[in-house]
């Protein structure tokens, strides 16, 4: 018991000694910590006080020695606060053991210390956190500085930079030459030195976007660039942006501009082809077309190509096709001025222009770029004076008129050739080889795609000419077997079974040696007077009459079908496109001697053709595997969902024919049996009324569809057409739905052609039957006569006429006979050169046809 009690006398006495001390000490650090923290107050009041950091170098530089001079003198008063705060804290970890002991109602010297001794740790937290935070804000402010510092100074370098760059890079521009002076051969040259440079001021263009990150970054930090900073920046963006889009940009879409309208490949220089009030016009694809500023309508084909065809509506009172298409394409090709044209030439110009490969499609810049070369190519050879703008021109329309009537704005390089190679001045031979080659393999053979493909660019010249109808239409397939027969069992033919079938004459190409006749005749003077315009000299062709002797016919009046005293020719001509020859004009009387005694049952009997004809009835379809076979490659132009329409017009055509067909031969079956069942006793035949009175009515209808059908197609080519004013709005939909229109009408335009060839062929075979019927009606006649008292008479004096008729054939041949050793050189040369005409169809200058069957190519 007494060692607990001195126990606790020793404590209390050690609390005592300790109060005593801390009472002595705690007035001293009171007010030392009342110092401190109207000293921590007072200095972060000032660095409130202090500016925002400013915004150029030498600013920031002054505030950041401002304030290091103030965090060093927070700095020098550290270990002083430091060492108060430690003393407080000292005090207070020898009191806490000693506060269990003291009552909470106790109210004595010792419990006032207490209190004392809590006020003063709370002014020492207090004064702790006054400086912790003082210090903190001085490193955060002395960071910041330096960051800024440290921008500004990286802005103040990049500015400088770029304010050298564009100082040289404006020196550049300062240099450039206006694009108006600029030389047309330099233009590219410009156009790849302005992009250089732009690349070149690619730096440029990072170190601006660097310079404007920096800037904004200060201000997302609250600090704003001075106001010389400031200006200078907003300067150099306004340079860079006058440097790159008000100079290089504008000056690079000038020099564009530029090249596109007046470079290589421009087509600039086309503008010129047409006069006032006319105006050549570019739509999207590069396709001209052009505007009437007086009409106020556009067209697609150009004023002297609009000419050109009316001139050629002219030329539809010839009555034979092929003659009608060769007179037309020696138009077209005078127009065009390719008739002075070498094929040499040409094969150059495709050479220097790489248009080898036939598969090939070429655009409009292409095709006028080619053009350009081939007429000043023929300007230099030939030295004479050519409109090569003119010219290019209406080629380019007529290419896109043959070739691209839906002006897409593409061609094949085989369409291309085709076109020019047909029109060109060479030998007919020199270009069936040359045309040739363009399709054949390497071992120079052709299958029979490649050889539709050959004959359906060139059946598309009387196509866009309107007489495709009389050549065997667009299906080529029975061309292309008719072909193939020359070389039997072969899967690919040479050039040697093309050339013989091509000396044949083929339907589908008869017009292109016509063209050379035609041309060939136009130099030719005969010295003979036309029998029915008196015209003399006869100039171009002449036909003489192998029935009637010194009866000449100029070209006009047989081509246009005119006759004297309505007399019409149904007897054997003979065609001559070059001045005749002795012999030739004794082959010619030995032959008007012979047909002198024949009559015209004989003639009807024998018909000759100067063609070949080919079969091509209800072959659309396998014509449009081939052909559209032909067509699907990679490389080929863009397929439209009208690509075929003309090929399936044709088919249903061919159909809608063969329907009609089957009616007709139901009929001509029923007449074509009877005749075998007659026999001498059955004088009492007669013709079935129903059946006459149902063929007349059919023939009705027949040509009743033929004139309502006509009339149509009359009345829409008098009509003006959409596409005339197809590309007039810029707008892209509006030509979209113009050039679909234009389709629609092309197609109903040939829907009504076809069917207006077919009911002119079933009005002929509807002829042809009626004619059948009247024979039929005569020999019901004869049979009737027959058994007539004077029917011996007659026939007596029917077998006097041709025995009479007879012997003046020999008397003749006798004559001819005797006047053979005179004339058996010329005899003889006249042999040698029939012969010829039966190998070649160009060893001789001379055609015979039979007036009732030339070409039988009706319009």
Known sequence: MNLCWNEIKRKSHNIRVRLEAFSDNSGKLQLSLQEIIEWLTAKDEELSEQLPIGGDVGAVQHQREFHQAFMEDVKSRGPYIYSVLESIRLIASLLIPFLPLLSITEVSPR?????????????????????EKLTARCVDRHRHMERTLERLLQIQATMEE??????????????????????IDSLQDHIDATKLFKEELSQVKEGMKHINDLAHQLAISDVHLSMENARALEHLNNRWKLLQVGSIEERLKQLQDAHRDFGPGSQHFLSSSVQIPWERAISPNKVPYYINHQAQTTCWDHPKMTELYQALADLNNIRFSAYRTAMKLRHVQKALRLDLLKLSSLVDVFREQELQHAEHVMDVVEVIHALTSLYEKLEEERSVLINIPLCVDMCLNWLLNVYDSGRNGKMRVLSFKMSLVILCNADIQEKYKYLFRQVC????????????LLLHEAIQIPRQLGEVAA????NVEPSVRSCFRMAPGKSAIEVSHFLEWMGLEPQSVVWLPVLHRVTVAETANHQARCYICKQCPIKGFRY????????DICQTCFLTGRTTKGKKLHYPIMEYYTPTTSGEKMRDFAKT???????KQYFSKHPQRGYLPVQSVLEVESSETCVCSCFDRPCSSPRLPHADTHSRIEHFASRYEFSLTQTVITYTLIFSQQPLLLTPLSSDWHIDPLCMGTVFQTAGVLQGEYRRLKWKHEEAAASPQLLESGPGSPAGQQDQELLAEARILRQHKTRLETRMQILEDHNKQLESQLCRLRELLLQVRFMRYKHMPCYSDMIGRLDGMREQSKNTEAVGEKELDGNRGKE???????????????????SNNVRGLWRSELFVLHP
């Open 544 to 551: 003489r009459s192998l029935k009637q002797f010194n009866v």
């Open 593 to 599: 001697l012979k047909n002198k005694f024949r009559s």
């Open 471 to 474: 050549f065997g239409g667009s």
């Open 824 to 842: 058996q050189r010329g005899r003889d040369r006249l042999n040698l050169q029939k012969r010829a005409r039966d190998v070649s169809w160009g």
């Open 111 to 131: 419990r006032r210390m207490l209190n004392v001794s809590r006020s003063v740790w709370k002014q020492a937290n207090v004064a702790s956190d006054l400086w």
């Open 441 to 452: 393999g390497p071992g120079g053979l052709t299958d029979q795609k490649h050889l539709s």
């Open 162 to 183: 770029l304010a050298v760059a564009l100082e040289q890079a404006e020196g550049v521009r300062d240099a450039w030459e206006p694009v108006g002076d600029l030389f």
